[in-house]
């Protein structure tokens, strides 16, 4: 699974497969309001996306996400 959404990530460069992939499209314009790029997403941490007001469980969610995909990467 993780494989086809790297692949997907690459060619689209934006954090919309990778959100909407997890569940978490509706943080879309948030990202791209905060310009959170697909480079940056890796580099993410829990204060962070508490700052943008994310609640706990979608940032644990996410954290998990993004953890799993960088390791594949």
Do not use: C
């Not at 790029?37 to 996400?65: C, F, Q, V, W």
Request: glycine share 8%.
């Amino acid at each position: 699974m993780w494989v086809g959404l790297v692949q997907t990530l690459r060619v689209h460069g934006t954090s919309l497969p990778f959100l909407s992939t997890i569940g978490m499209a509706q943080y879309l314009p948030l990202f791209e309001r905060e310009q959170v790029d697909m480079t940056a997403i890796g580099h993410l941490t829990d204060a962070h996306l508490k700052e943008l007001n994310i609640p706990i469980g979608h940032r644990i969610r996410l954290l998990a996400s993004i953890g799993a995909l960088v390791a594949t990467t």
